[in-house]
């Protein structure tokens, strides 16, 4: 039967279900049979001869008929997961189910009365080739999840068959064991099958359905309620899945194995066309899926694999009851972390690539769900994080989030990308070995729209967070406190910052001390708190080899001066906020003297004009985001106990925050929070007498005078003598005794865990427009805009 007649009679069935008035017999098979037995359509035909139209019909005036549709489909699957479907036909019938659920799911999950459906038990369900009494009570969802793990397994139509032999003595699907037809060579398989693209089209569609049945979380509105765990994940990586280990490596390798570039030879990939790259991408999706587990709420022994009093082999597993997340938490060799590692770092770095080499490498467009895949490795398994940040190949993780930073920061369409990448800095800044890595040269040039300079990966880390910050939209203040932190936490460890990251720290200081700024917000007075931090760190800790930010420090030094002489009267403070009405710039942009970009890089542009992005949640504020840890002199931390106050600067107006409405705390961009809060001279004091200035004050009061000495002796007006004076000087028993270092480390909490939820099903609801899974549905997760 020709294509043409397979789509007409495919439509024609579609057309008798949504005419029907009366209900038809789940025995009736000749109806039935017409949506899958005699067809070959595409999952896009599925998708345009199905209406989203005439699903909504048939789900409001024939739901009997409905309900039939999706229990005959499942009991297909399962049939064909029981029989191990060896003929072409039965393949064909697998693949047109899957399409038709995957149409069908996300209309079933968007009315509120048809979501307990799939977890009602439909008599006689589970009725495959055994007859067993106790398998008729599962409900649907469980059927249905069991026979796709099955099918994902399933030999000659998924995985290689292991038998050289005829159809009598094909494998028994019951029989296998799955472990030994892992998907790709890496964690825990070594051996690497021959890729077969019919079995990578096979597992997308199977994956494609799969993705669909979790993706009942978009039609739920956010809660902080993190009880409410998605069912459909929760059976599936439970020990019910007899798959669930093979499947949880198979998409972790295919992930991290894949090499876009086409096996290492530029432009390979415009040659052949790539089957795999669907599938990883399938597989990265249902893999960050699996792993969205809150542990600020878990009550797991630890999540690190380190459990107390337990060995790895006990009858009971340690950790959480999610399988995935289990697994992922235990991976311990070494090799395995490199080759995670590796393989993350490769694919994140391919947007890279092309913008020196262009189009020698397919260019991929999963850097979102692999950063949270690198995200939750990092929050998951502390091993991992520690293994990646023992050596420099931290770097090769952070360029590309410093590259996708500066690229999107003026992308309203791309606020979550901006979020997810801070947080994972923040998370690396909690460690010490972060701060030291990233005095390693910068050597690799990406064109970056971002100042020449010469220097450290630290430099390049500062002079990013400087162009966010004066140079991104109005959406990204919330992250400016992020930022600051990640500075404050690497600081101690900053050997030689560049002159270029000198002046842009200094330029922020300026920005941020302005009265009117000072005085317009609640909170914005902690940004200088944060800089001052970051100076005094770096003078007490490291001023041999600072001559750079020294010098800055003395060249602005009449910025420290005038936050010392900060007005307090009330008189003082309206007038600042009145000449704020005049200057709505949210931070100056003048004398940062940027000079050139560096070389073939492109500015951040702007999202083009109905762009579609999805909305997310507020993120908790960085005294929620972190706990404070002190730092002991053989470099080990102790956490603090949270003072009554937790903001970075103690005489915090946590009272005031605390007293405002939600709303206004939120809006922290705008100036005057409509009329609920008024600066007052007493809310000025409670901070002003706190600014740790002493370190400054002590450099300023003795080297200036000998600075402006050797220029007036030698009539110097030239950096360099200057400079080199300072390299020289020394301040040792000179300043006030070092402070301790305080580093703010990440700590979860169920505010992240919800933003996250919602940005990952944001980011799959947008990708997935081939075909449109849930576009046009009644999503509630999050809010769909146009920019």
């Given amino acids: 039967m020709g294509n043409a007649d397979s789509k007409l009679n495919f439509r024609k069935a579609v057309i008798q279900l949504t005419t029907k008035t009366q209900p038809v017999e789940a025995t009736d098979d000749a109806f039935w049979d017409q949506f899958w037995a005699d067809t070959a359509t595409s999952v896009q035909d599925v998708f345009a001869l199905v209406p989203a139209a005439e699903i909504r019909a048939v789900r409001e005036e024939s739901p009997s008929n409905l309900a039939t549709l999706c229990y005959k489909a499942v009991e297909k699957l ?123 089209l096979n597992r997308t569609e199977l994956l494609k359905l799969l993705l669909t049945c979790f993706s009942e979380a978009m039609y739920l509105p956010p809660s902080s309620d993190s009880s409410n765990a998605n069912p459909w994940v929760q059976f599936f990586c439970s020990t019910e899945n007899r798959h669930a280990l093979p499947l949880f490596t198979s998409l972790l390798n295919i992930v991290c194995a894949y090499d876009p570039v086409g096996y290492g030879i530029p432009y390979n990939h415009l040659l052949f066309s790539d089957y795999r790259e669907p599938l990883v991408e399938e597989a990265a999706q249902v893999l960050i899926v699996t792993l969205d587990y809150d542990t600020s709420t878990s009550s797991s022994p630890t999540v690190d694999g380190t459990t107390t009093g337990t060995a790895m082999d006990d009858v009971d597993p340690p950790g959480p009851d999610n399988l995935f997340v289990n697994y992922l938490s235990r991976i311990h060799r070494e090799e395995d972390f490199q080759f995670i590692l590796k393989g993350v770092a490769r694919l994140l770095s391919n947007p890279l690539v092309q913008t020196y080499l262009p189009n020698s490498a397919k260019k991929i467009q999963f850097h979102q769900e692999l950063l949270v895949l690198f995200w939750k490795l990092c929050d998951f398994n502390k091993k991992f994080l520690f293994f990646v940040l023992k050596s420099s190949d931290v770097l090769d993780i952070l360029v590309p989030i410093l590259y996708f930073l500066n690229d999107a920061r ?197 999202a083009e004009p109905g762009t579609l992005k999805t909305s997310l949640v507020a993120t908790p504020g960085i005294d929620k985001l972190t706990e404070k840890a002190q730092v002991s002199e053989d470099g080990t931390m102790r956490s603090l106990e949270p003072e009554s106050s937790q903001s970075p600067s103690e005489g915090s107006p946590a009272a005031v925050e605390a007293s405002q409405p939600k709303r206004d705390r939120r809006r922290l961009s705008s100036a005057s929070l409509s009329g609920q809060w008024t600066p007052t001279s007493d809310w000025v004091l409670s901070w002003k007498s706190k600014l740790p200035l002493q370190t400054i004050m002590r450099l300023l009061q003795v080297l200036v005078p000998q600075v402006e000495k050797i220029c007036i002796d030698k009539g110097l007006t030239d950096e360099s003598e200057i400079l080199k004076f300072l390299q020289h000087g020394t301040l040792v028993g000179l300043l006030p005794v070092p402070h301790p270092i305080l580093i703010r480390k990440y700590q979860a909490n169920s505010g992240t865990a919800m933003w996250f939820r919602t940005y990952m099903w944001g980011v799959i609801y947008l990708r997935n427009v081939d075909p449109p899974i849930w576009y046009d549905t009644d999503v509630k997760l999050f809010e769909i805009q146009r920019v």
């Fill in 78 to 200: 399962v049939q064909g997961a029981e029989s191990g479907c060896h003929s072409e036909k039965e393949k064909q019938i697998i693949l047109n189910c899957s399409r038709l659920l995957t149409r069908i799911l996300p209309y079933i999950f968007e009315d509120p009365d048809w979501r307990g459906f799939f977890w009602s038990t439909v008599p006689g369900a589970g009725r495959g080739g055994g007859d067993e009494e106790d398998e008729n009570a599962r409900p649907l969802a469980e059927s249905l999840l069991l026979a796709i793990a099955d099918l994902l397994f399933c030999p000659d139509f998924t995985v290689q068959s292991h038998r050289k032999s005829t159809v009598d003595t094909a494998e028994d699907i019951h029989s296998i064991d799955s472990c030994e037809y892992i998907w790709e060579a890496g964690v825990g398989f070594a051996h690497s099958p021959q890729p077969n693209y019919n079995h990578d």
């Fill in 410 to 606: 003026a992308d309203q369409s791309r606020v979550g990308l901006m979020h997810i990448g801070v947080f994972i800095l923040l998370l690396l800044s909690g460690e010490r070995n972060f701060g030291v890595r990233l005095n390693k040269p910068y050597s690799v040039r990406v064109p970056m729209d971002i100042p020449v300079f010469t220097g450290t990966h630290a430099d390049l880390l500062i002079i990013v967070f400087h162009k966010i910050i004066t140079s991104g939209h109005q959406r990204l203040q919330p992250l400016f406190d992020c930022l600051l932190t990640i500075i404050v936490n690497v600081s101690p460890y900053l050997k030689s910052l560049s002159m270029v990251a000198a002046n842009k720290l200094l330029h922020l200081l300026e920005a941020f001390s302005t009265t009117w700024f000072l005085f317009s917000t609640v909170q914005n007075h902690h940004l200088v708190f944060f800089l001052l931090e970051v100076f005094n760190n770096i003078i007490q800790y490291q001023f041999d080899g600072n001559s750079n930010l020294v010098y800055a420090i003395i060249r602005k030094r009449n910025v420290f001066h005038q936050l010392a002489n900060l007005p307090t009267d009330a008189q003082s403070i309206q007038k600042a906020l009145q000449r704020k009405k005049k200057t709505p710039e949210p931070i100056s942009r003048t004398n940062s003297q940027d000079g050139l970009s560096m070389e073939g890089s492109r500015p951040a542009a702007p």
